[in-house]
């Protein structure tokens, strides 16, 4: 069973200007492909883990990598990489995180304002202990 891990998912492609074809010498003929990866705990995406690159002649259809390509067309793929945003919802999962961590304050503020108000009651002790009884609250602050 796979609890944690790591996923890529394209993001853009584009055609690249001005770069060469290491392979076939053919100008502008070169498409690139963003991949983003992310970090996922059961296939909830948590955060971002960086963005690759591939490239592929349309040519003579030959694959390449990022250290495969000339001095262009690591300048073009830079430029292109810098216009690929990383989408939002790979960020989910510290979204849940933080939403969960203000539940848990916000649920514990209440629970300090109600028994705030117990204890200005009269007969406050008798109150509280029935609660207690009844299972409504967990443990008293003295
Ligand atoms: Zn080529």
Redesign the pocket.
């Known amino acids: 069973m796979i609890i944690f891990g790591h996923r890529s998912t394209h993001l853009k492609s584009a055609q690249l200007r001005n770069v060469k074809?290491?392979?076939?010498?053919?100008q502008d003929?070169?498409t690139a492909s963003v991949y983003g990866r992310h970090v996922h705990i059961f296939w909830i995406p948590i955060f971002p883990a960086g963005k690759t690159g591939v490239f592929e002649?349309?040519?003579?259809?030959?694959g390449f990598k990022k250290k495969g390509l000339g001095e262009d067309g690591k300048l073009a793929y830079k430029n292109f990489k810098s216009t690929v945003k990383t989408p939002l919802w790979k960020y989910s999962g510290l979204a849940i995180i933080a939403l969960l961590i203000c539940w848990g304050f916000y649920a514990s503020k209440q629970k300090d304002n109600r028994v705030a108000e117990l204890v200005k009651q009269p007969a406050c002790l008798i109150n509280i202990l029935l609660k207690q009884k009844q299972g409504i609250f967990l443990h008293l602050k003295s």
Request: a neutral charge; glycine letters at 0%; one cysteine or more.
């Open positions: 074809c290491p392979n076939c010498e053919t003929q070169m002649c349309q040519h003579c259809h030959k």
